[in-house]
């Protein structure tokens, strides 16, 4: 049996800048996050790959989210 997290923890704002990504990615490989919000108008197709190999690794969830403080590319 799978035991479930008593808390989620999500990172936000993937696609915003690469550190950001790299943290995340780091996270998500070393099981110490349950999610992931990506900006999807900022997130490029090479790092949408990466977070699709990231979810079929294991439970991390994929969240989309509006940037809306930027102009849309």
């Not at 696609?15 to 950001?20: K, P, R, S, Y």
């Not at 439970?59 to 930027?70: A, K, M, P, R, S």
Request: proline share 3%; hydrophobic share 40%.
């Amino acid at each position: 049996m799978i035991k479930k997290p008593t808390r989620l923890i999500i990172c936000d704002d993937y696609g915003l800048h690469t550190a950001i990504n790299r943290a995340v990615d780091q996270l998500a490989l070393e099981g110490k996050i349950q999610g992931v919000s990506v900006l999807i108008d900022l997130v490029e197709s090479d790092q949408v790959e990466t977070l699709r190999k990231l979810n079929r690794q294991g439970e991390l969830q994929i969240g989309l989210h509006w940037n809306l403080t930027e102009p849309l590319k």
